[in-house]
């Protein structure tokens, strides 16, 4: 269990209007990565975190923001959703000095 | 464009058989590469890695192949299990301004058939 929690677990919201995100962890693992999962696509890097204040972007980043002010959260947040931006959303954590990255259990997230 | 592939959708195989999960990759720059498995409304969880000076991994019934030269690598499940049944991601691991990134491959629905 890598101590990972994702909040909320689902939501709906309409087109237009904003939306955070929130990863939590407990184990105070410098790297966290916020995922996109799409039929067909895989997950796919949006944004992530090497430090408190130390973030860049990954592949899918247009339409993400993200903070970091605390070690143990990384906020993810839609400025203003659109329904392209409906998916499941995954947090991970990079467990020490390995490659192995551990995900959280998911937000999915319906813009109507 | 693709870095990571897996260019089967889907696999079925009869409980007990082996299954076979294939992964083609092209930037020889990889260093790991990681295998998941996703149940639904769960997150991936890891199952084996390999690094790219090895040329296989074996972890119980799972054990990960990696072919260098044809960039490609196989994830090898004996004997499969009803509880296998789940999406399977391969992921290939680079580094990047001094930061870990995953390219993941699109996955593969196993079913694994009584």
């Known amino acids: 269990d890598a101590g990972i929690t994702q909040s909320p677990r689902h939501k709906v919201t309409e087109t237009g209007t904003p939306v955070t995100l929130r990863c939590h962890q407990t184990e105070n693992h410098r790297y966290m990565y916020w995922y996109r999962q799409d039929p067909g696509h895989g997950l796919r890097l949006i944004h992530y975190s090497y430090g408190v204040k130390d973030t860049d972007k990954g592949e899918v980043s247009d339409g993400y923001s993200v903070s970091r002010s605390k070690t143990e959260d990384f906020l993810l947040t839609l400025e203003s959703a659109t329904s392209s931006q409906t998916s499941v959303y995954f947090c991970?954590?990079?467990?020490?000095?390995?490659?192995?990255?551990?995900f959280g259990p998911g937000t999915r997230l319906t813009v109507l | 464009d693709q870095q990571v592939k897996q260019n089967s959708p889907s696999l079925s195989v009869q409980e007990g058989r082996i299954s076979i999960l294939n992964c083609d990759y092209t930037n020889s720059m990889f260093d790991y590469f990681l295998w998941y498995k996703k149940y639904p409304a769960e997150g991936p969880t890891f199952l084996i890695s390999i690094s790219s000076i090895k040329d296989k991994n074996e972890d119980g019934r799972f054990t990960v192949f990696l072919n260098k030269s044809a960039k490609h690598l196989s994830l090898h499940i004996v004997p499969s299990q009803p509880g296998d049944s789940a999406v399977y991601f391969c992921a290939a691991s680079i580094i990047i301004q001094g930061a870990q990134k995953l390219v993941f491959g699109q996955g593969t629905r196993l079913t694994i058939n009584p």
């Open positions: 991970a954590i990079k467990w020490g000095a390995t490659d192995t990255q551990y």
